[in-house]
């Protein structure tokens, strides 16, 4: 539900925040207040395309933002955002998009930047736009069929079978991999045994390389060594003024005086300490020193044995494995490891193969079966949804409107499957008497289109199961009341306050009739901004939206109706608001 909404120098406003709430909200205004300009707003926050005229003149950028709560149970946006490492606080996200006049923009999910597509595509799970000029979900063929799923109760069968089929086309292209590698198969075979045989007989050892390149570097500067060790155990323990020599003075002289002042004790046991220490470094240098030797013959062994492991790794490492595994030996095993997996899988390719056919056929049966059930509860649904909405639709100023949702089979002979059933779900409509059915794309009117998908939108709350709809919970409506009045107005606005019992609607109107049924009523006005400097020279002309109270929305009612707020309109604002207007 969209909770607030601020729009920062977007056409002709210049700085407007609006809090909503649920239910029913309505906007109006005199006609080129810039009502379309929210609208438009909405619009650019859900991913439409737009150009840098959106912004206003005389500033270097335009931007939107929204609070918007989610529902606990919209799973379709939580998984979404989830797949992005993008959490709601309190179960709300803020969503922001701005344009620079340069043309460039930006796109933030609670802080995260994204693509247009990507916005558009979040926003599609919240919101529904109908109005003539934009993008309307309606239009969109490949939902007609989850709105029938819907209506029917058939969402859970309709995704197992997704399931199921995603899971045959898997199995498919296994069998296919197989049959295309089976030619090759020997010849890899051999490879990789060759590679393990390799890699066996070399046996590798994780981090080898480091310890042969540090024991080639002390090979190699032996004689250096050797006199830097032979000075240490000089300095240690072999001169006469070496480490030890002066320690053992020192303690007996400190002695001596510690027999004459007991004070000296502490001192004398930091000074045992200290020389202990020092002939436990002496001992073990000594025996450093009594190992060290320097043998020819090493140096070629280790020269041969880091070649052969550089071999190895520029054989059977990868840069994409080195990146993943540094160590080189280690990169070698894990070759190893992969290329005896590889042996096993097509080593044991024929079973395999088998048992992939057996798996194949028992899926097909399955989704079969399950094709046949969705598409006879397809059809039958359709026949019911048709009528409803028809009906619906003969009451919001469409007589003689026949809606039917066309089901086809994909395949002209036979039983051809698609990830979601054996057949396409199309809604068509013919508006008038005598005419064909049509597809709903070339539905001229955008209040006609509207609507359509009003009386969708009321069909699926009137069957209970609105429920498990809780994805587009706000639903925003332009245009709705073009070319209706009297009566059918009043079952527009009827049908908008039903279905707004179970969603967040804003709609557009230009009609007291469906205005009057409002929660929340705002009025868009065009002002004239008086310049700082004054004279008028620098005036500016700005959208301002105002939230409405009881007084207010009755003058606009009554401005509504007639032209003005006289007394006769205020008196017909009375009774409508009486009859029709929202008590709380």
């Known amino acids: 539900m969209l909770e ?15 809090s909503f709430g649920g239910g029913f909200n309505v906007f109006t205004g005199e006609t080129g207040a810039g009502k379309s300009i929210v609208v438009g707003s909405l619009s650019f926050l859900m991913g439409a395309k737009a150009e840098a005229d959106v912004i206003r003149t005389g500033t270097e950028e335009a931007g ?24 709601p606080e309190e179960d709300r996200i803020i ?55 819907h209506f029917a109760g058939l969402e859970e069968e309709a995704a197992a079978f997704n399931r199921a089929f995603l899971e045959l086309s898997g199995k498919k292209k296994a069998l296919e991999d ?28 994780a981090g080898e390389s480091r310890e042969l390149e540090n024991e080639a570097q002390k090979l190699g500067d032996f004689e250096r060594l050797a006199a830097q060790v032979n000075a240490a155990a000089a300095a240690l323990y072999d001169n006469e003024d070496s480490l030890l020599s002066m320690g053992r003075r020192a303690r007996s002289a400190l002695d001596a005086a510690g027999a004459i002042d007991a004070s000296l004790e502490p001192v004398q046991k930091r000074l045992d300490d200290l020389y202990f220490e020092a002939e ?47 160590d080189p030996e280690e990169g070698v095993l894990a070759y190893k490891s992969q290329a005896e997996e590889e042996i096993a899988d097509l080593s044991g390719i024929e079973m395999n193969r088998e048992n992939i056919k057996a798996e194949i056929a ?36 469409m007589p003689n409107a026949r809606f039917s949702p066309v089901i086809r089979p994909k395949g002209q002979t036979g039983l051809v499957l698609g990830p979601w059933g054996a057949e396409d779900v199309e809604f068509f409509i013919s508006a008038n008497t005598g005419e064909p059915l049509k597809d709903l794309s070339r539905i001229a009117s955008g209040g006609e289109l509207s609507r359509v998908m009003l009386a969708i939108k009321t069909v699926l709350a009137s069957a209970d199961i609105q429920g498990g709809d809780v994805s587009q919970e706000t639903l925003i409506f332009d245009e709705v009341d073009t070319g209706i009045g009297g009566e059918v107005a009043l079952s527009v606005g009827e049908y908008l306050v039903k279905t707004a019992g179970r969603k967040q609607i804003f709609c557009v109107t ?72 929202n008590k709380a």
């Open 4 to 18: 607030e909404l601020s729009i920062r120098n977007y056409a002709l406003i210049e700085n407007l925040t609006l």
């Open 64 to 87: 939107v933002s929204a609070v918007v709560s989610l529902h606990p149970c919209n799973r379709d946006a939580r998984e979404w955002l989830e797949g992005r490492d993008i959490t």
């Open 95 to 149: 969503v922001r998009r701005s344009m620079k006049n340069t043309g460039r923009g930006s796109i933030f999910i609670q802080n995260i930047p994204v693509t247009r597509n990507d916005l558009a595509e979040f926003m599609a799970l919240l919101f529904d736009l109908h109005g003539q000029h934009n993008h309307e979900s309606l239009l969109r063929k490949e939902n007609h069929r989850r709105y029938l799923d």
């Open 178 to 205: 197989m049959v295309n590698s089976e030619q090759d198969r020997d010849t890899r075979l051999e490879l990789l045994r060759y590679a393990v045989e390799e890699i066996d007989t070399a046996a590798p050892r």
């Open 280 to 326: 436990d470094l002496a001992e073990e240098f000594r025996s450093y020193r009594e190992a060290l030797s320097y043998d020819p013959g090493r140096m070629e062994e280790v020269e041969e044995r880091l070649a052969l492991l550089h071999r190895l790794k520029k054989k059977y490492v990868s840069e994409a494995l080195a990146r993943s595994v540094p």
């Open 362 to 397: 028992a899926l097909e049966k399955d989704i079969g079966a399950r094709s046949v059930s969705l598409g006879t509860k397809r059809k039958a649904a359709a026949l019911v949804l048709g009528r409803g909405i028809t009906e619906i639709l003969c009451r919001l100023g």
């Open 510 to 581: 230009h009609l007291a009739s469906i205005a009057v049924r409002a929660d929340n009523h705002y009025k868009v006005e065009k002002l004239i901004k008086a310049s700082k400097e004054g004279g008028g020279n620098g005036d500016r002309t700005v959208t301002t939206v105002k939230v409405l109270g009881q007084h207010e929305k009755r003058r606009e009612i009554a401005r509504m109706l007639s032209g003005d707020a006289g007394n006769a309109a205020l008196a017909h604002a009375d009774d409508l608001l009486a009859k029709y207007g």
